[in-house]
């Protein structure tokens, strides 16, 4: 599994570049970013390539960071290999909170981030079923 | 009309009955109840050193702290027995103000009632919805029994379900309408949205308005919602003197008249507690000279306002107040309620998951009072999901309903994005002040 970030963050103008300028600034990769449309606020779900130091940085500016570990798949570039994949989550009586990817891999194929109640689970059947799932390294 | 003689007396009669019934209830005050006579002795004052109205200014203050103190019955100086009535408003901590009435006291308050409801042009040919909780707050009682006693087709509608109460309003003939003036603009508002033109379609033409003070816009409001020849008057009151009934507007509209022989009056400057000048603006502090079960003496009522002891051309020489110009304390009346922001600070910080620092914004929409609180998330375990985050605003929120009773809504902000205070905070954004 890999570390995804989640930062609170209020719905205003900007705020998403204030995330993203303290990355910039301590020369941490953004690799995946998602978050949705929400009235007042919103968790940004965000991968990087140093993930402790991002959570101690965004915290110390005054951000609510969670490390969390996160399901990531890689995916060929093959016709029905999304659905494959969610087709395998689904009958395993998984539901899905979340789902977004990491596109910018150097060479290799995207990542799809799939959040559910049972992670375990999930890399498990995903595993028996012939996907790979990526670790922290592979990013 | 004029309801009774006692509101054209001369200045002279009105001070002479103050000051025997002054003198009758600092005498009883000292006998019957502890916490009273311990505040008089430290100060070292007898029943018999008031001499003269001028020497109320030495007795000392009674404050919503001391009801507290004494929860439930402590201050009163009759036992359970004689009590006919209990009312209780809402008080800073958990514990509220609790407030008794004798048979006598009931008499009193409805007597107060029925000469302020006269001096807004109550008959006895009136049909009058009352538009307040009823419950434990005074105010829809309060004005019940006055309208009752004047003969006044009383219909006890209590707050609530705008569209039944204009219905009622229209199929009995309404003419008088008991409601706080954000209430009574927003039952207009709907009946317009019904269809209903409330100037040509209702027969109300009183307005008898207190539970909150109304501006001068707001009466500009009413009477175009209304119709020009509404009229709109306010009251004054609050449970811990008696509910309503201790002062109102006549139809001159200059100042509420306060019924001088059950209340005496005074203002005070709230830092320094001196008495201050006939005329000048302060702290009002109102002593119950004529009350059994719970006759405060001194309470300081924390509005502000001053006093105007010339007659007024309505024939009464009455002291008038000056409608209010704010409190001395940071109450908020929030939809009739009194809201205290240390009752909403004990809530949240009571809530683990966020911080220490709030921000309360309450505002205006559609003539109801709106109360924003936002807080700032401290816990990041709850960033898994929108779920977490979503609970714990409502949980916030229905623990702020439990104790005042109002719909608060929360709004989760980022850690230590909230103001900071160096002195003393500024947590409450009124954006009220002016408005409709
Ligand atoms: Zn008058």
Redesign the pocket.
């Given at each position: 599994m890999i570390k995804q970030l989640s930062v609170f963050v209020q719905n205003e103008v900007g705020s998403l570049a204030g995330v993203t300028s303290i990355l910039k600034e301590n020369n941490i990769n953004l690799k995946a970013i998602a978050s949705f449309d929400t009235p007042e606020f919103a968790i940004l779900r965000i991968v990087v390539d140093q993930p402790d130091k991002a959570k101690i940085l965004l915290a110390e500016n005054g951000y609510a960071v969670k490390i969390t570990e996160a399901v990531a798949v890689e995916l060929e570039d093959v016709p029905g290999t999304l659905n494959g994949m969610l087709t395998v989550i689904a009958e395993a009586n998984l539901g899905i909170n979340y789902i977004y990817s990491i596109v910018i891999r150097h060479k290799k194929a995207p990542l799809i981030i799939v959040n559910t109640d049972n992670l375990e689970k999930t890399v498990t059947v995903l595993r028996e079923n012939g996907y790979l799932v990526a670790d922290q390294e592979d990013l | 009309m004029i309801w009774a003689k006692e509101e054209t007396l001369s200045r002279n009669e009105i001070e002479e009955i103050q000051l025997s019934r002054l003198q009758e209830v600092v005498r009883r005050i000292y006998e019957k109840v502890p916490a009273y006579r311990k505040k008089m002795d430290q100060q070292g004052i007898k029943p018999d050193h008031v001499k003269s109205l001028s020497d109320l200014k030495n007795m000392p203050f009674t404050t919503k702290q001391d009801l507290r103190d004494n929860y439930p019955f402590g201050l009163f100086t009759v036992s359970k027995k004689e009590l006919v009535r209990i009312h209780a408003s809402s008080g800073t901590t958990g514990k509220p103000t609790v407030v008794g009435y004798t048979r006598n006291d009931m008499k009193i308050w409805t007597e107060c009632v029925s000469r302020i409801a006269a001096m807004g042009g109550t008959t006895d040919d009136d049909v009058a919805q009352i538009c307040f909780g009823y419950g434990m707050f005074t105010g829809a009682l309060g004005l019940h029994y006055g309208l009752e006693n004047i003969g006044a087709s009383v219909c006890p509608t209590s707050s609530g379900n705008t569209q039944k109460q204009i219905m009622y309003m229209k199929d009995f003939g309404t003419t008088l309408l008991v409601a706080t003036p954000s209430y009574a603009l927003h039952i207009g508002e709907v009946a317009r949205q019904m269809g209903f033109d409330p100037a040509k379609d209702l027969k109300v033409k009183i307005g008898l308005f207190g539970g909150e003070g109304m501006t001068e816009a707001m009466r500009q409001e009413m009477y175009k919602l209304w119709g020009q020849d509404m009229k709109v008057t306010q009251n004054y009151g609050m449970s811990e003197l008696i509910g309503p009934g201790v002062s109102g507007e006549?139809l001159?509209l200059?100042g509420m008249?306060i019924n001088e022989d059950h209340f005496i009056a005074e203002i005070i400057d709230p830092e320094t507690e001196e008495v201050l000048p006939p005329g000048e603006k302060g702290e009002l502090v109102i002593s119950c000279i004529t009350k059994e079960a719970l006759p405060l003496i001194r309470y300081r009522t924390r509005d502000i306002t001053r006093l105007m002891y010339e007659p007024?051309?309505?024939g009464?020489t009455t002291v008038r107040m000056e409608n209010l110009s704010g409190r001395s304390d940071d109450m908020l009346i929030i939809r009739g309620v009194n809201v205290f922001p240390s009752q909403i600070e004990e809530v949240l910080l009571k809530v683990p998951e966020i911080g220490a620092h709030y921000e309360i914004i309450v505002d205006r929409k559609d003539h109801l009072d709106t109360m924003e609180i936002k807080v700032e998330l401290a816990d990041e375990s709850l960033l898994d999901s929108y779920a977490k985050l979503g609970e714990l605003e409502h949980r916030i929120k229905s623990k702020i309903r439990v104790i005042l009773g109002i719909d608060a809504s929360i709004k989760l902000v980022a850690p230590r994005s909230l103001k900071r205070f160096e002195g003393k905070a500024r947590r409450v954004t009124d954006l009220r002040t002016n408005m409709l």
């Open positions: - | 006549c001159e200059c008249h007024c051309k309505c009464r």
